[in-house]
């Protein structure tokens, strides 16, 4: 079935530098990507989500951006801070025209470890 | 502040015992969900709904069942709970003109 997968499965960096986190997809029908972050013992949260007619969407200190040619996501964190050290997924829903529910299919995640 | 709320944040049951895992939405979402997530193994989708009395199996559906009276309520059931089936519980909702899921704090059962 199709997938979404992640590159690298552990990220480290220092505190205040720029953390790149990847994914790849499958399914060349998706067209709603959404990131989330998952701290320790909590639920995900919902951090930024792209609709497949954009190729980049801001947030505050976030930043996804999506490259539907190779069917790639990524999600850039500004001036990392520990608080920022977490599990973060990607996730892709596709949404057939009427299809009255949407199912996300999930990455694996990548575990972001910010050093002091 | 919306939000999904798990009736439990931690459980411990026995092997056999039926175990009830409630997720309640205040967001009058449609859809609602219901995941296990495990170390290696991603979040995995049990069972979802897409609106009252409907369900639907996920990749995982054996050994647990669903109930959806209502619409704000949706319920994981394991029949007869296995050692396996010892993991993290998550629900989600989401509705039908976004499909961004909101996800509860998660359930984690241990099964002895």
């Known amino acids: 079935g199709e997938s979404v997968g992640l590159h690298l499965p552990t990220l480290s960096v220092q505190e205040g530098d720029n953390s790149i986190i990847n994914c790849a997809y499958s399914?060349?029908?998706?067209?709603?990507f959404i990131w989330y972050k998952q701290e320790s013992g909590k639920g995900p949260q919902f951090i930024i989500d792209i609709r497949s007619n954009m190729d980049k969407r801001q947030g505050q200190r976030v930043t996804v951006l999506l490259n539907k040619t190779v069917k790639h996501l990524s999600l850039q964190i500004a001036a990392t801070q520990p608080g920022d050290s977490a599990v973060y997924f990607c996730a892709e829903n596709t949404a057939a025209g009427g299809t009255s529910y949407g199912k996300l299919t999930f990455g694996q995640g990548t575990i972001l470890t910010v050093h002091p | 502040d919306v939000k999904v709320t798990q009736s439990s944040r931690y459980l411990v049951k026995r092997t056999g015992e039926k175990v009830f895992l409630e997720c309640v939405q205040d967001?009058?979402?449609?859809?609602m969900f219901w995941y296990r997530q495990d170390p290696g193994l991603g979040l995995r989708l049990i069972y979802f709904?897409?609106?009252?009395?409907?369900?639907e199996k996920g990749d995982i559906p054996e050994g647990y069942s669903v109930s959806r009276e209502k619409k704000e309520r949706f319920s994981l059931i394991l029949e007869s709970a296995s050692t396996n089936q010892t993991s993290m519980y998550l629900c989600a909702s989401s509705s039908y003109v976004a499909y961004g899921y909101t996800f509860g704090s998660g359930t984690r059962l241990t099964v002895v």
């Open positions: 709904s897409y609106d009252v009395k409907m369900k």
């Open positions: 967001m009058d979402h449609e859809n």
């Open positions: 399914n060349s029908a998706s067209d709603y």
